[in-house]
């Protein structure tokens, strides 16, 4: 193992909206030297939110990446950072980063505690087995209580929070932090923003606060090792520093437990002691098992260990264009190494390419490099066709990595160019956006001939929208935002589809008898069944009519919605030796798939979104009757200090521009979020005036 391996640590930072994740990372950017002076979000002046539309905005939209080199204990170690968004619109960006980072720094708001997109980046952080550390950050704000949110952490997220640090102070007196492993108190110092710190001894008024938490963890680390239980008992100040990190590393990579430190970024507390933590507790690549893919030759499993000398793979996770070197594609090395100008196979698309240039990102700036080896985080300008997923690999050794699924966009608007001369450009500049993020998707109206663009919400619209008209330059018109309802079917009807076409030579002929219905439980998209007996249809026919239903379901029989799942058990039919051919049967089964959905009864379904609204006490009757009549299912109402929480979740259809609506309920105090969490079928008259838009009735 390389020290270059060991002394690397790939992290993200995560956290609902406001919960100063850009802000932390600033300050790792100014204590490790990256920046000169502090980059502020308020002010638009932060290094990572280098868009303009996240300067104007206040919030991140892309996820950023930078390296920098952090000394500890004498050692310097090289950290990787992504910055992730924290508005629910841009989660696709919190999951491509979980894919391929080690570990990740949880940030909470000492006021606001867990919250709702804490909850879905720590699913994810679950879902890609990803250590993390938590940090309650904000501790100087009014409200600020980090037992609180401790408590907060182990309810509503499930896991196990260790506390290694205690606040001294909170709210405008607070001072510092005692470290529960040194026992000792940290005090930082105003003038030089929080550079220089001062270690002393705890403060008389929190010995006991201090000795209670101290022995929970001291305790927590002997029960973990018997040699450090005898230790223990034989002396219970005998365990060192050592022992306690030791075995606190050991538990965070087991993912047994979080350890928990606080501080307040905004006014330069605690992010050394964060960056600590991080070296201390959080995996290098070697720690991490190694990665499993697939011989897309042989089909057989494969693993690649984090070294040097194995054969080179690596995963794209995002796409990027920049105005002055083109298309970047960020990628993690698992294994082996690249030089620039060398040759990878895209397994994805099995075509070779060429990667010109290498980089190491910081924000938007680039930093040549020559070679990037495994466990490494980096960039790549000049390949052709690269997309987010793909595995890039060694010609000899091909292997095809895990990908990364995304969630189907809810919304979306017609969008169409001002002048006829954009309408090439409105092309061009469409693929690129929709090759940067994969919860895009561009349609044409085969009706109206309108391009549809569809998201995961109306800021990320916004943002599309506003990027088409600075980035590129293009005036467009656009209509108001439009759900993505979907279709099912909800009965069962058998039917008979015999397609025949004669026009001089060689015709066309297919001939299926098939049951369709709704999709067992659990099942998305197409659940295909394949009943024919006796060879009635050649088995090289099937995937065409599995292939003609697929593509069927993209425009249902009600409104042209997609349909959203659906069974197709295909159970008899007939052929022609000379006229049937797989396009003939793909061709029927679009045909069957029509006439068989307008035999069966259809429903629209909606999206329905999960709703949280935090507002003062004064208000939770207005805003809940505000709600209902918006046809919200209330769950609970949640009290915290001076304010309320109310969850819900509430049909998509009905809370366009809600943020405006809320604003004036609660004279500017009210706050909300938004997350899609489920289909559900629409009422009878709501369904009914849908269609009938749809229709042009």
């Given at each position: 193992?390389?020290?270059?391996?060991?002394?690397?640590?790939?992290?993200?930072?995560?956290?609902?909206?406001?919960?100063?994740?850009?802000?932390?990372?600033?300050?790792?950017?100014?204590?490790?030297?990256?920046?000169?002076?502090?980059?502020?979000?308020?002010?638009?002046?932060?290094?990572?939110?280098?868009?303009?539309?996240?300067?104007?905005?206040?919030?991140?939209?892309?996820?950023?990446?930078?390296?920098?080199?952090?000394?500890?204990?004498?050692?310097?170690?090289?950290?990787?950072?992504?910055?992730?968004?924290?508005?629910?619109?841009?989660?696709?960006?919190?999951?491509?980063?979980?894919?391929?980072?080690?570990?990740?720094?949880?940030?909470?708001?000492?006021?606001?505690?867990?919250?709702?997109?804490?909850?879905?980046?720590?699913?994810?952080?679950?879902?890609?087995?990803?250590?993390?550390?938590?940090?309650?950050?904000?501790?100087?704000?009014?409200?600020?209580?980090?037992?609180?949110?401790?408590?907060?952490?182990?309810?509503?997220?499930?896991?196990?929070?260790?506390?290694?640090?205690?606040?001294?102070?909170?709210?405008?007196?607070?001072?510092?932090?005692?470290?529960?492993?040194?026992?000792?108190?940290?005090?930082?110092?105003?003038?030089?923003?929080?550079?220089?710190?001062?270690?002393?001894?705890?403060?008389?008024?929190?010995?006991?606060?201090?000795?209670?938490?101290?022995?929970?963890?001291?305790?927590?680390?002997?029960?973990?090792?018997?040699?450090?239980?005898?230790?223990?008992?034989?002396?219970?100040?005998?365990?060192?520093?050592?022992?306690?990190?030791?075995?606190?590393?050991?538990?965070?990579?087991?993912?047994?437990?979080?350890?928990?430190?606080?501080?307040?970024?905004?006014?330069?507390?605690?992010?050394?002691?964060?960056?600590?933590?991080?070296?201390?507790?959080?995996?290098?690549?070697?720690?991490?098992?190694?990665?499993?893919?697939?011989?897309?030759?042989?089909?057989?499993?494969?693993?690649?260990?984090?070294?040097?000398?194995?054969?080179?793979?690596?995963?794209?996770?995002?796409?990027?264009?920049?105005?002055?070197?083109?298309?970047?594609?960020?990628?993690?090395?698992?294994?082996?190494?690249?030089?620039?100008?060398?040759?990878?196979?895209?397994?994805?698309?099995?075509?070779?390419?060429?990667?010109?240039?290498?980089?190491?990102?910081?924000?938007?700036?680039?930093?040549?490099?020559?070679?990037?080896?495994?466990?490494?985080?980096?960039?790549?300008?000049?390949?052709?066709?690269?997309?987010?997923?793909?595995?890039?690999?060694?010609?000899?050794?091909?292997?095809?990595?895990?990908?990364?699924?995304?969630?189907?966009?809810?919304?979306?608007?017609?969008?169409?160019?001002?002048?006829?001369?954009?309408?090439?450009?409105?092309?061009?500049?469409?693929?690129?956006?929709?090759?940067?993020?994969?919860?895009?998707?561009?349609?044409?109206?085969?009706?109206?001939?309108?391009?549809?663009?569809?998201?995961?919400?109306?800021?990320?619209?916004?943002?599309?929208?506003?990027?088409?008209?600075?980035?590129?330059?293009?005036?467009?018109?656009?209509?108001?935002?439009?759900?993505?309802?979907?279709?099912?079917?909800?009965?069962?009807?058998?039917?008979?589809?015999?397609?025949?076409?004669?026009?001089?030579?060689?015709?066309?002929?297919?001939?299926?008898?098939?049951?369709?219905?709704?999709?067992?439980?659990?099942?998305?998209?197409?659940?295909?069944?394949?009943?024919?007996?006796?060879?009635?249809?050649?088995?090289?026919?099937?995937?065409?009519?599995?292939?003609?239903?697929?593509?069927?379901?993209?425009?249902?029989?009600?409104?042209?919605?997609?349909?959203?799942?659906?069974?197709?058990?295909?159970?008899?039919?007939?052929?022609?030796?000379?006229?049937?051919?797989?396009?003939?049967?793909?061709?029927?089964?679009?045909?069957?798939?029509?006439?068989?959905?307008?035999?069966?009864?259809?429903?629209?379904?909606?999206?329905?979104?999960?709703?949280?609204?935090?507002?003062?006490?004064?208000?939770?009757?207005?805003?809940?009757?505000?709600?209902?009549?918006?046809?919200?299912?209330?769950?609970?109402i949640d009290a915290k200090v001076r304010y309320q929480i109310i969850k819900a979740h509430v049909p998509l259809s009905e809370m366009f521009g809600y943020v405006t609506s809320l604003r004036s309920i609660t004279s500017g105090r009210g706050t909300s979020s938004l997350e899609f969490s489920h289909y559900q079928e629409t009422p009878k008259e709501i369904a009914e005036s849908v269609i009938f838009k749809v229709r042009g009735y």
């Amino acid at each position: 193992m390389s020290d270059h391996l060991k002394y690397t640590r790939n992290i993200g930072i995560m956290a609902h909206i406001d919960a100063g994740k850009t802000t932390t990372t600033e300050r790792i950017l100014y204590y490790t030297g990256r920046n000169y002076k502090l980059g502020e979000v308020h002010d638009g002046t932060a290094t990572m939110d280098w868009m303009i539309q996240e300067q104007e905005r206040g919030i991140t939209i892309t996820s950023a990446a930078t390296t920098v080199s952090w000394e500890y204990k004498n050692q310097e170690y090289r950290l990787n950072i992504i910055d992730t968004p924290g508005h629910v619109d841009f989660t696709v960006e919190v999951e491509r980063s979980l894919r391929v980072l080690d570990g990740a720094v949880a940030v909470f708001c000492a006021v606001g505690g867990v919250e709702p997109q804490s909850e879905t980046v720590w699913k994810q952080a679950d879902k890609y087995m990803v250590p993390r550390i938590c940090f309650i950050n904000k501790m100087d704000r009014s409200g600020a209580d980090f037992f609180n949110v401790i408590n907060e952490i182990k309810e509503k997220l499930g896991a196990n929070p260790i506390p290694l640090q205690i606040p001294i102070g909170a709210e405008d007196s607070f001072q510092g932090v005692v470290d529960l492993i040194s026992n000792k108190a940290i005090v930082w110092d105003d003038e030089s923003k929080g550079m220089h710190y001062y270690e002393g001894p705890v403060p008389e008024d929190m010995l006991e606060i201090v000795d209670e938490y101290r022995t929970q963890l001291v305790e927590g680390c002997a029960e973990e090792d018997e040699a450090l239980m005898e230790k223990y008992f034989a002396d219970h100040n005998s365990i060192t520093e050592e022992e306690m990190h030791t075995i606190i590393r050991k538990a965070t990579l087991e993912m047994r437990i979080t350890p928990v430190v606080c501080g307040s970024a905004f006014k330069n507390k605690g992010v050394q002691n964060l960056l600590d933590a991080v070296v201390s507790f959080l995996p290098n690549p070697y720690e991490l098992p190694p990665i499993t893919g697939v011989n897309p030759e042989t089909e057989k499993e494969e693993t690649r260990k984090p070294d040097s000398n194995e054969p080179f793979a690596a995963l794209a996770f995002k796409i990027a264009t920049d105005p002055f070197v083109g298309r970047i594609a960020f990628f993690r090395v698992y294994s082996g190494s690249l030089e620039s100008g060398s040759y990878v196979l895209n397994a994805g698309t099995g075509k070779k390419e060429r990667i010109s240039r290498i980089f190491q990102m910081h924000a938007n700036k680039q930093t040549p490099i020559s070679m990037i080896e495994a466990g490494d985080i980096g960039a790549a300008v000049g390949f052709k066709q690269i997309r987010t997923g793909d595995t890039l690999c060694d010609e000899k050794h091909p292997i095809i990595l895990e990908s990364m699924s995304f969630p189907e966009p809810v919304i979306s608007i017609a969008i169409e160019p001002r002048t006829q001369d954009d309408v090439d450009k409105l092309d061009i500049a469409l693929g690129k956006l929709v090759e940067e993020d994969p919860t895009l998707t561009v349609r044409t109206d085969t009706e109206t001939g309108q391009t549809i663009l569809s998201g995961m919400g109306e800021l990320h619209l916004d943002i599309i929208t506003d990027r088409l008209r600075r980035e590129f330059k293009i005036e467009i018109n656009q209509g108001a935002p439009q759900v993505a309802y979907r279709e099912a079917v909800v009965s069962t009807v058998k039917h008979r589809e015999v397609y025949k076409k004669q026009s001089g030579g060689r015709g066309k002929f297919a001939d299926i008898e098939f049951e369709l219905g709704p999709a067992d439980e659990g099942t998305k998209g197409l659940q295909f069944i394949n009943n024919v007996r006796g060879g009635n249809i050649p088995k090289e026919f099937i995937p065409a009519i599995e292939k003609g239903f697929k593509a069927a379901m993209v425009n249902g029989v009600l409104a042209g919605f997609e349909v959203e799942t659906l069974k197709v058990t295909v159970l008899d039919g007939s052929f022609h030796s000379v006229d049937s051919d797989a396009l003939s049967f793909e061709i029927c089964a679009k045909i069957a798939f029509k006439e068989a959905a307008k035999k069966a009864k259809n429903v629209l379904l909606e999206p329905v979104m999960k709703c949280e609204v935090t507002c003062p006490d004064d208000y939770v009757g207005d805003v809940t009757g505000d709600l209902n009549k918006r046809r919200a299912v209330l769950e609970n109402i949640d009290a915290k200090v001076r304010y309320q929480i109310i969850k819900a979740h509430v049909p998509l259809s009905e809370m366009f521009g809600y943020v405006t609506s809320l604003r004036s309920i609660t004279s500017g105090r009210g706050t909300s979020s938004l997350e899609f969490s489920h289909y559900q079928e629409t009422p009878k008259e709501i369904a009914e005036s849908v269609i009938f838009k749809v229709r042009g009735y």
